[in-house]
């Protein structure tokens, strides 16, 4: 349980985020915290200098749901230090009806969008259009419970 009051949080991250020092830090207990407030403002931290800022708020806009973010995001897909973090974070925020035929042409849009992806980015948007539709209360398509069950059958 968070022993701190949320108005109380507020004032510190506020506080850590005017400090470089502290920013990065102060954007991911932005993003850990859930709290509402915070869910449009990671999208003006992803032109930080500080490589850690930006991952943070890379992070945050996808866990968010930042939708002011989705340009930037869209456009990091394309920046090899951070691709893999803004392609699941884009899969997470991009907004889109969830449904598993709408995930399905949505995952061939963020494919084509990235140039491509590799196996470890194919499993990250499969993982973050899954979890969408998992929030939603609909079985996921691309890593379904038997594909996971731990026993090989032979």
Excluded at 6 to 26: H, Q
Excluded at 54 to 79: F, H, S, Y
Excluded at 146 to 151: F, I, L, T, V, Y
Aim: with cysteine; glycine share 8%.
């Amino acid at each position: 349980p968070n022993s701190i009051a949320p108005a109380a949080m507020r004032g510190y991250i506020e506080e850590f985020l005017a400090n470089p020092e502290s920013r990065a830090d102060a954007v991911h207990a932005m993003w850990r915290s859930r709290e509402a407030t915070y869910n449009t403002r990671f999208g003006s931290f992803l032109d930080d200098s500080d490589l850690a800022v930006r991952r943070q708020a890379i992070r945050g806009a996808g866990v968010c749901g930042d939708v002011t973010a989705i340009g930037k995001l869209r456009d990091l897909m394309m920046d090899d230090e951070v691709r893999k973090d803004a392609i699941f974070a884009y899969a997470m925020a991009v907004p889109s009806d969830i449904s598993a035929s709408r995930v399905r042409s949505l995952y061939t849009r963020i494919e084509k969008e990235a140039g491509g992806l590799n196996r470890d980015e194919a499993t990250s948007v499969g993982i973050a259009l899954d979890m969408r539709l998992e929030a939603d209360g609909k079985d996921p398509v691309f890593f379904t419970p038997q594909d996971d069950d731990g026993e090989d059958e032979e």
